[in-house]
């Protein structure tokens, strides 16, 4: 090694995940070329100023003998916001602690009947000289129910089914308290069923189960009880300490009873406390782009109290809480802890599980949206990068380039353009091949995609999930020459993407032995050059065919075509073992009795 990057004595360095090496070289005082000549050493050709994956950092803090920590994009943003002197962690006097609403899930396999009972325990909820109950679909809503002489609140999650609980906690966001398991008593435990239990499981959260369509002639709700035993669920009749209640959705029976058992489990087994000082801390459930009021957000607040004039900053968006409204459309002044509010006044759509707080002022909120921003999209470079080994590049430098197939997703709310993305990165995609999505957003596709698109050195396609480009846009991405493929149904989209990035490799040929014939005569002509009498030994000798003459088992020559084929006097496409013919090779001669003419053709290659 004389390249003279530093080494290392197991220094910590810490560096943020998707760094580069110029990054890593700034924190030992090295020179970047330096790390850039190490690594092309190990067999990786990385640039300077490339955001590096999780291995390659590690690898070349290894080879120089220093500790390289990645920190996590959550260790990140609690060193960002102490910058700005906020600490989501801070202690708080236990005085200034209340009790709030326990947020609950609900969970179970498909038909189960978990919108229903969504539906079921909103409807139960008429509060006094209101009719119709919960009218509004914001992503999350608050029930109220009386309890041991006490009006308690119950939050629920308006999101069945476990994609939008996994896809928070996959952000770091505990959001849920209590999982309601849902399980058709006609049915009984499905996979859904044991998946949804495994999710909870694994973040702990404690369960009701809601047994649901006893009303069903063929319910057997014990059977669930039974089933469920065998998972670990053993309900408080057998000895067990899971409550399981009888319900019947559809006709709305057993909904006062599961919501007593909610509070029932969460006073046993959580300690339901937040501040409702300070300014308030939370989870974005869901977001979407809206006509008429621009970028809305249904944020849960966690802690502190959000109050309409706060500024906040979600994610990588920020903005003043214009108007706060509620499950009922209602203006809301305040909200705090466990109350979900769709949040009106940010700038941009927040991701469903992003983190939100508010901060002191606009110029706070905007710093850490944007610095949020700068590092997602570093992050998300080095996500979408493929490893680049010295194999792969010196490949692409012969080649003269690396097919790679660009994207612009932009969908209808921001849950489904991360839906969309996950399941591209999930994608088994072929090693010559880079999937790149060059940018996200949620709303229309607009000119400025187009013109994003048009303006990168590759092709680009945009990708439209239940959203459109208006006629304008349209006329300008044709005039570009961008495509734009909409889509409805995710699965159809990837389908879609998948193909094409399998289309996108260059065919791959194989030989494929057609014949060989054995020269027992050779004929000179003049006009036609020497015809070769042959006997076809194997399979099939065909006219246009690829072919080598090889001599006592050598090769002689490579890359002949078999210019024409004769049986007797008449031309023929082509002759089968056993059977005599002449032929010519094209432009060559050298042919002499005894040697062996193999045919072949190349064949595309299927793509697993
Ligand atoms: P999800 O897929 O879990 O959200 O299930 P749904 O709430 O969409 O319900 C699936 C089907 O079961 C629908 O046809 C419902 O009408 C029906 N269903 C749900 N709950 C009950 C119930 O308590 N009794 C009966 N008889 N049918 C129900």
């Known amino acids: 090694m004389s390249s003279g990057a530093p080494r290392g004595q197991g220094q910590v360095v810490r560096l943020s995940r998707g760094a580069s090496l110029s990054d890593f070289a ?10 850039v000549q190490e690594m092309f050493n190990l067999g990786e050709m990385v640039t300077a100023t490339q955001s590096c994956s999780d291995e390659t950092l590690l690898l070349i803090g290894e080879h120089l003998g220093f500790d390289v920590q990645i920190v996590s994009p959550e260790d990140e943003d609690r060193e960002l916001l102490a910058q700005f002197n906020i600490d989501l962690d801070a202690e708080v006097a236990e005085d200034r602690l209340v009790s709030r609403a326990p947020v609950v899930t609900v969970m179970g396999h498909v038909d189960h009947g978990k919108t229903k009972l969504l539906d079921a325990i909103r409807k139960a909820n008429v509060v006094a000289g209101e ?11 608050q029930v109220h129910v009386p309890h041991e002489g006490i009006d308690r609140a119950v939050t629920f999650i308006d999101t069945p089914g476990h994609e939008a609980f996994t896809a928070m906690r996959a952000r770091g966001a505990q959001v849920t308290d ?9 049915d009984g435990v499905m996979p859904q069923t044991i998946e949804a239990l495994n999710h909870a499981k694994a973040a702990d959260v404690p369960i009701v189960v809601a047994v649901n369509k006893v009303d069903k002639p063929e319910a057997n709700p014990d059977k669930v009880r039974q089933q469920l035993t065998e998972y670990g669920l053993v309900a408080e009749e057998y000895g067990g300490d899971t409550m399981f209640v009888n319900v019947a959705a559809k006709p709305g029976i057993g909904i006062e009873e599961l919501l007593e058992a909610v509070l029932l489990t969460a006073d046993a087994s959580l300690e339901l406390t937040a501040a409702i000082d300070g300014p308030a801390q939370g989870v974005a459930i869901e977001a979407h782009l809206d006509k008429g009021r621009g970028a809305v957000a249904t944020v849960l607040v966690q802690k502190g109290t959000l109050r309409a004039g706060d500024s906040i900053v979600a994610g990588g968006a920020h903005g003043r809480v214009r108007a706060m409204l509620d499950e009922n459309g209602n203006q809301v002044a305040e909200a705090g802890p466990a109350r979900p509010v769709l949040v009106l006044g940010l700038t ?133 020459g961008v495509e734009i493929r909409y889509y409805t149904v995710i699965y159809q989209a990837i389908e879609e993407i998948d193909a094409a990035l399998k289309g996108l490799l260059k065919p791959e040929y194989e030989e494929v032995e057609l014949g060989s014939a054995e020269i027992r005569d050779v004929f000179r002509s003049s006009k036609i050059g020497n015809i070769s009498g042959c006997i076809v030994r194997s399979g099939i000798i065909r006219r246009n065919a690829k072919a080598r003459l090889l001599r006592d088992g050598a090769v002689v020559a490579d890359n002949l075509t078999i210019s024409s084929l004769k049986r007797f006097k008449d031309d023929a496409t082509e002759v089968r073992e056993g059977f005599e013919c002449g032929l010519t090779l094209a432009g060559f001669n050298n042919v002499q009795v005894g040697d062996t003419i193999e045919t072949f053709e190349m064949r595309e290659k299927p793509r697993a």
Request: without cysteine.
């Open 26 to 35: 700034d924190k030992i005082n090295a020179n970047p070329g330096s790390l």
């Open 131 to 141: 009719a119709g109950g919960i009218t509004q679909h914001i992503g999350a809503y």
């Open 178 to 186: 209590i999982v309601v398991l849902v399980v058709a008593a006609d």
């Open 348 to 480: 941009a759509v927040p991701g469903a599980g992003d983190t939100f707080l508010a901060a002191a002022d606009d110029r706070t909120v905007r710093q850490i949206a944007e610095q949020r921003q700068a590092r997602r999209r570093a992050a998300s470079f080095a996500n979408s990068r493929g490893r680049a080994t010295l194999e792969t590049l010196m490949e692409q430098l012969k080649e003269g380039e690396k097919t790679s197939l660009n994207l612009v997703l932009k969908g209808d709310v921001s849950g489904s353009v991360e839906a969309l993305e996950d399941a591209l990165f999930n994608l088994d995609i072929p090693e010559e091949v880079q999937l790149r999505i060059i940018h996200r957003g949620v709303g229309a596709i607009t000119e400025s995609d187009v013109m994003l698109a048009s303006a990168s050195s590759e092709a680009v396609t945009i990708i439209g999930f239940n959203v459109r480009a208006a006629n304008k846009v349209r006329e300008i991405a044709d005039r570009e």
